[in-house]
């Protein structure tokens, strides 16, 4: 279940990320349709957010510091969810630019904000499981030995050299 839940949000981050990096100006244009942050803040996440998307993607479908990466992965989706709540409940009419496009839609057009909320929702439930749970044997973290164990089963069961509880 992890594995496919990196799968989801790491090939969900990586779509979004390499759409909008080969079209900078669309991606600050849509940062900026939000009116949330200043024009040269907006620019700044305009420019960043498809790379941290890609890496972050990437890492996440690899499996390579996975809990690092879907934390920022979650607090991406947060970061939407209160963007798109935002613009919503300000009666704004804007295209939300997640994969590409953005700025103002059309009087005709349907922002799709309930939709864009569920989805970013389920992403963040993804991020939330993979950060509870091992990244699976899948991942490179896994193969490396760097995913640790957070398995609640097996918690606090560990036994000391000596075969004393470590609790």
């Given at each position: 279940?992890?594995?496919?839940?990196?799968?989801?949000?790491?090939?969900?981050?990586?779509?979004?990320?390499a759409?909008?990096?080969?079209?900078?100006?669309?991606?600050?244009?849509?940062?900026?349709a939000y009116?949330?942050?200043p024009?040269?803040?907006?620019?700044?996440v305009?420019?960043?957010?498809?790379?941290?998307?890609?890496?972050?993607g990437?890492?996440?479908?690899?499996g390579?510091?996975?809990r690092?990466?879907a934390?920022?992965?979650?607090?991406?989706?947060?970061?939407?969810?209160?963007?798109?709540?935002?613009?919503?409940?300000?009666?704004?009419?804007?295209?939300?630019?997640?994969?590409?496009?953005?700025?103002?839609?059309?009087?005709?057009?349907?922002?799709?904000?309930?939709?864009?909320?569920l989805?970013?929702a389920?992403?963040?439930?993804?991020a939330?499981?993979?950060?509870?749970?091992?990244?699976g044997?899948?991942a490179?973290?896994?193969?490396?030995?760097?995913s640790?164990?957070?398995?609640?089963?097996?918690?606090?069961?560990?036994?000391?050299?000596?075969?004393?509880?470590?609790?």
């Amino acid at each position: 279940m992890t594995t496919v839940a990196r799968l989801v949000l790491g090939v969900s981050l990586f779509v979004a990320g390499a759409i909008k990096i080969g079209a900078p100006a669309v991606s600050v244009q849509a940062v900026k349709a939000y009116q949330l942050l200043p024009d040269t803040m907006a620019t700044v996440v305009g420019h960043g957010l498809p790379i941290v998307e890609i890496i972050v993607g990437i890492l996440l479908v690899l499996g390579l510091l996975t809990r690092p990466s879907a934390v920022v992965g979650g607090v991406l989706m947060v970061a939407f969810i209160v963007g798109i709540s935002s613009a919503w409940a300000r009666g704004l009419r804007i295209d939300c630019g997640c994969f590409g496009g953005g700025g103002t839609v059309g009087a005709d057009q349907d922002p799709g904000y309930i939709w864009e909320l569920l989805r970013d929702a389920g992403y963040l439930l993804c991020a939330a499981w993979i950060i509870y749970r091992p990244p699976g044997r899948f991942a490179m973290d896994s193969a490396l030995g760097l995913s640790g164990s957070r398995d609640p089963d097996t918690a606090g069961d560990e036994d000391d050299e000596d075969g004393s509880d470590t609790d």
